[in-house]
């Protein structure tokens, strides 16, 4: 029978990590935060026992904790759930006046290998990565950009949910970013362009969420009012504006107000016209957001009615490209929504293998974010029993679009001798010039805007003489 001994005292522990400079957090393997220490406690602010029992995670129920920021910052990245030390470059303030620049995640790992808690701590990048493997750093270096771009974005929001179209450090994600943020505080007209999939009216119902928070209205107090006007025809489109009309109440203000007009590229021209009368009327009491494919030179170049519609509905505008065109950020968002499926179906965290990722860097994506989600989905659920999504367990299309590109890449192609395709070019124009006037060189020679000595050269050497029929001298009688 083996005998139990009892541990050390907890005090002195606690008391050791006090006299730490860093500041430091113990997180369970429940993501529960279980230890904060004192400069912990400072830079947040706020009492050890207010931190104590909060949950880290990237997702987090309470839009309005004083402590989301800091929350999500000290979430351990996928790395150090799988028990491997890891490390964290900061781009943004974890709370305000903060310095430290980065993070530094120790796994507790039982006999069994199972993450049972994660050390974390706050402190200086350099210094934390100079205190790295080789082989850890040179890893950071690769995925650096892509695990840090969540941290940035949660430092800006108070809230992920609808923020997918965001996401990413691509030079477009950050003008969106930089757009949309103004549009919040100054709620004006908003207009989001791009193609199908890639979360327009998902950004605007999560831009008018926040609106709502900064004025201190709940959500239930809003009034959001959907139109779809690609399948409307005008009365139909007319009536529904009728209806949003007679909806608003008194006592909610015009910045809580949002006629979304999801589509708008494909209103026909009478809706506009009855669009632009009813804003006369109404323009002051909603404000108003817009998605369609088309931007808005596009569809201001329809026609006036078009342009000053415009004028009144696209005070900002924010485009967002398809993602084969920010094919950067495409494995900051498989990661995302690789996340979020294990949190919601209650499954250990995943990863995706470098070929995986690599593989769906290069896929085309027609449909953009929604079908970068589904395709996550999928191979969420055929990961059983492992902890990395390989290049297997992707949907047939895509493995089927990795054989095909590996043969693409190991074909041979012919070299073309450019010399011998113009000049057969060129014999295929005179043939057919010849042939339209086949006794008038002088003609033919006007039509292909070369002089006539230089037409029966090269009607000599390209073997062409018996084109031509007549006088020598190839002019009519």
Sequence with gaps: MSQSYRSGSSRLLSKTLDDLDRP???????????????????????????LVGKQVSWQLAEDDSPFAALLTALAPPAGALQGKLTARQLTAPVVFGSTHTGQLFLPLVDGEGSVQATVVILGDWPQIRSQLPPAEALSLEHKLQQENALVELRSRWQTLDGLQPLFGSSPAMRLAMTRVQLA?????????????????????????????????????????????????????????????????????????????????????????????????????????????????????????????????IATLEVSLPPLQQRREDIPTLARHFLSVLCQQKGRAPLVLSAEAMQLLTAFPWPENLRQLAEVIDQAMQRAVMVSAIGVQHLPAAFRAFASTAQASDRED???????????????????????????????????????????????????LDSQGEGSPTGESP
């Design 24 to 50: 430091l957090a113990i997180v369970d393997r429940r993501g529960g935060i279980v230890f904060a220490n004192e400069s912990l406690c400072g830079l947040a602010q706020a009492e050890g026992s207010e």
């Design 184 to 312: 919040v505080r100054q709620p004006c007209s908003l207009f989001v362009a791009g193609p199908r999939g890639v979360g327009k009216t998902d950004l605007i119902r999560a831009l008018f969420a926040a609106r709502l928070r900064q004025a201190g209205i709940p959500k239930i107090g809003g009034q959001l009012f959907p139109v779809a006007c690609g399948v409307l025809d005008a009365e139909l489109f007319e009536g529904m504006l009728e209806v949003f009309a007679a909806r608003q109440l008194p006592q909610t203000p015009p910045s809580a107000r949002l006629l979304l007009l999801e589509q708008l590229d494909r209103l026909p021209l009478a809706g506009v016209e009855i669009l632009n009368r009813w804003l006369d009327t109404h323009g002051q009491q909603c404000c108003v957001a817009s998605a369609s494919e088309c931007s808005v030179a596009q569809l201001a170049a329809r026609d006036v009615e078009w342009a000053k519609l415009l004028v009144r």
């Design 413 to 463: 192609f012919e070299p073309i001798d450019l010399d011998q395709v113009l000049q057969d070019l060129e014999r295929i124009i005179l043939q057919r010039a010849l042939h339209r006037s086949p006794r008038n060189r002088a003609q033919v020679a006007r039509w292909l805007g070369i002089s006539r000595p230089r037409l029966l050269r090269r009607i000599s050497q390209l073997g």
